[in-house]
């Protein structure tokens, strides 16, 4: 595992710390919290980046293909319209792998150290909460990310293309460069918009697990609020855009490069 997973993995339980934590709640953790959860989240990313990586470029290329415009110049250059449908798409795809390893991720970082943890590990959560709650119990909040995913990873690619399109000449394919900061500039926009429901998302998930209870998205925006104010949607949103910056760059260069590599033929 590279440096940078590790960063970014510290970066995400602060974000989450302060999604999850209230106002007259505190919890003491030792510098072994930061890694709590740590080896499911970066066992499963792969398998949902795949899905969600996967089923944008499959839906991109059928919205493409049965679109109005079939012309072979323009069947290379989807319409933005189509872009962002087919990111909602992949949003609601790899919502069903995300669901379940987000929630034992949270489960496992929001313990405290305080006496005895109640989850041993991702395998002894996800039984607990199999005993606890049935199968339904690991897709606890799962509208709340719904509601998060699918209109964010329309926007996750949405930028991204646009601005490869801005800073790329007609005809030639992005270089390294613009694929970075297209990459970068898309996953702050993204968690920019995330953010406030991946609050709500946080606290219904813990729901159970040691948490507050609320009846639904609804009651927990609500009682947020009362109790908050409206910043509490914008916590961890500065965490979350310096995470966003570099991680994303990444992955979409990583995506980029995987791609031409499969699909150049050698007489092109």
């Known amino acids: 595992m590279d440096g940078r997973t590790w960063t970014v993995y510290l970066l995400d339980i602060v974000s989450m710390e302060l999604s999850t934590s209230r106002v007259h709640g505190s919890s003491v953790e030792t510098f072994r919290g930061f890694f709590k959860g ?4 970066v066992v499963s990313v792969a398998i949902s980046n795949a899905v969600a ?11 493409t293909r049965s679109g ?8 290379k250059r989807a319409s933005l319209t189509a872009v962002f449908m087919a990111g909602c798409f992949s949003g609601l795809a790899q919502l069903f792998v995300t669901a379940p390893t987000d929630l034992v991720k949270v489960r496992l970082q929001n313990q405290t150290k305080s006496g005895r943890n109640k989850y041993r590990g991702p395998i002894h959560c996800i039984a607990v909460i199999l005993r606890e709650d ?10 709340a990310l719904a509601l998060r995913d699918v209109p964010c990873y ?6 991204y293309e646009l601005i490869c399109r801005m800073l790329t000449e007609k005809g030639k394919q992005p270089g390294n460069t613009v694929v970075l900061v297209a990459g970068g500039v898309a996953g702050v926009v993204t968690w920019a918009c995330a953010t406030p429901m991946d609050m709500v998302k946080a606290r219904l998930q813990m729901c159970g697990g040691g948490g507050r209870m609320y009846s639904g998205v609804l009651n927990c925006i609500t009682v947020s609020v009362r109790e908050e104010g409206m910043r509490v949607f914008f916590k961890g949103l500065l965490l979350n855009s310096v995470r966003a910056f570099p991680v ?16 150049d033929s050698p007489q092109d």
């Not at 049935?134 to 509208?143: Q, S, Y």
């Open 38 to 41: 740590m080896s499911f989240p």
């Open 53 to 63: 990586f996967g089923s944008y470029s499959n839906a991109l290329d059928y919205l």
């Open 154 to 159: 329309g926007l996750y690619f949405l930028p």
């Open 134 to 143: 049935g199968v339904k119990g690991l897709f606890r909040g799962i509208w």
């Open 248 to 263: 994303n760059a990444v992955t979409f260069l990583s995506f980029e490069m995987l791609l031409r590599a499969m699909t």
């Open 68 to 75: 109005k415009h079939n012309n072979s110049d323009q069947s």
